[in-house]
């Protein structure tokens, strides 16, 4: 695995605070996956051997972790042991959905009303005055919300601080929703905690009171941790709206904030904006300091009123200035990061100044327009995986047992962004646009063998989409090709995929990959290609879909993509197509790898967009 990271200093086996950052080289998180080699030093061998997951490791578990890549059998029984534990843990967890998908009714409000529910599961937990300790740090918004917490987490633990966040949802493994130290939670500590509450819950959750869905579970679990593990700073992202969120049960926070809203779950918040602000603006809470960022009018003035209401001092923070970081490259990109970690910054200087810190840490009088070194440290180093990444993958020769890529193959490179409503669509549009003309001359160095680009290489921009059918694509499509267009970034093809992930099934990162993926329903993935065929030629796509008799759908020949190869097309007389419908997602990646094998002038930038289990889906498939 590559990764390039400008210096991180390694505390007890794992990444903590960086110590210096270049002020002149852009700030990029180059991600190769395979077995390579880590610029941190011998110690990371162990944390690649010991679990090539897309979550990082705690402390703990690479402190465990011999460098020789030695396992005693022993260990290896402990391990297991550990992996049949966690596999149980997410079957366990999987009961508490009671939707097949997203559209769906939830049949388990039962009598009670929602933030009830989590007072009374604390209560069992014997949490309700101790989640009052925390010091806490709550985002709201439509847009954005994860961003700006990433950004205060890495800030304020750049600081020194010892950190906890909690975010939804995760891609890969469920672990990623709960961070101490910037770290994912170990499954070690993730079991202890999970089982602790799961068993309290079973055996006391009486009079009325069932197991708490799934995401009211998860909420409570986070309190489990953060107070378990002593945090100085609990950094939490609403989940859905804010009003009625399971989060919501805080009643005093340090600071809250609102990142950038929109219209999104509108079946559950209401279909204005007005509606949507009025469900956002329920996390403030009397006298307590709030943020937000510039928004659309009908919005801000819901914020407003609900602020003045209840005595909140409300400040709406610009976008950061860039000048203001001395050369420093933020290290999640787009620009609209911009406006998330302005938003980031304040609530960080706020969380600082009203828990003492602030005149602790900077005691030189730093004027509040001042950005100390720590927070753009903070800034520089902060990661969200699946929004505005970047993957090179390594594709060799198949032939080519040594793996050292010196049979030629093209370049294939994947651009991921979770984006899934109009605004965030949007943006994603215009970093993708951004990313490619930026990545126009680099080439990944692979195993000491660096590609060279070779005049006449072919670069093709490539859509791989899906998106969940609670979505409109009528609105996510054209407004993705019209913002790239209007960048001069064209897609020459589009493949739609149906996911791998299912709404009712929590999976960990290790777990099999479905065998059964050739033979999903693809009705859905058939009528976002004719929406994109009508959408860019102002026609339906008219090709022969008829499944094979073991119902497997064909998949495009391999010069679909390459250089002047004609658009794929059906029957003799039938309109053709620049987009295809992939049998499942496994059999798209490795036609997409099989592409470059056999075209080494041809490189491929594929933008994956649309739904964050499609996202997830592929960093699980790229890093297998």
Known sequence: MLIHVNGILLKGGAPRVPFFCDKTEPFHTLVTWGFHSLPWGPGNLAYINKSLRYSSKSIEAVEKVSVDMGL???????????????????????????????????STSGSRDKLEQ??????????????KELKVIHVAGTKGKGSTCVFCEAILRNCGLRTGMFTSPHLIDVRERFRIDGLDLSEEKFLQYFWECWKLLKEKAVDGLTMPPLFQFLTVLAFKIFVCEKVDVAVIEVGLGGKLDSTNVIQKP??????????????????TLADIAFHKAGIFKPQIPAFTVPQLSEAMGVLQDTAK???VPLEVVAPLDLKKLD?????LSGDHQLVNAGLAVSLSRCWLQRTGNWEKMFPDGRKDTEIP??????LATARLHGRAQVVHDVVSDPQDSSGSMKTPCGDLIFYLDGAHSPESMEACGRWFSTAVRGNKNISPAVNGYRRHEELGRVSKQILLFN??????????LPKLVTTCASSGTHFSRALFSPSMSTYNKVI??????????????????????????????GTDAAIDHTPKPDGITDLPPHDFLCGDAPPYGGPPGTHVTSSAVMPSLPLTINWLRDCVRRNPSLKLEVLVTGSLHLVGDVLRLLKR
């Open 72 to 106: 005693k059998e022993e260990d290896k029984a402990d391990n297991s042991a550990l992996s049949s534990s966690y596999d149980d843990a997410m079957e366990a967890l999987s009961t508490l959905i009671s939707r097949r998908n997203r559209g769906d009714r939830s």
């Open 118 to 131: 989590v007072v009374a599961y604390l209560k069992i937990l014997d949490l309700e005055d101790k989640i």
């Open 254 to 271: 340090v600071v809250c904030g609102i990142a950038s809203l929109g219209m999104d779950h509108m079946d559950i918040l209401g279909n």
């Open 309 to 311: 209401n209840l005595k």
């Open 327 to 331: 050369g420093v490259t933020l290290g």
């Open 373 to 378: 070194e720590a927070f753009c440290r903070g």
């Open 467 to 476: 998106c969940m059918e609670v979505r409109d694509p009528q609105v996510l």
């Open 508 to 537: 960990s990162g290790a777990s099999a990959i479905p065998s059964d993926t050739r033979r999903k329903d693809l009705t859905w993935q058939f009528r976002l290609q004719k929406l994109w065929e009508r959408s860019i030629r």
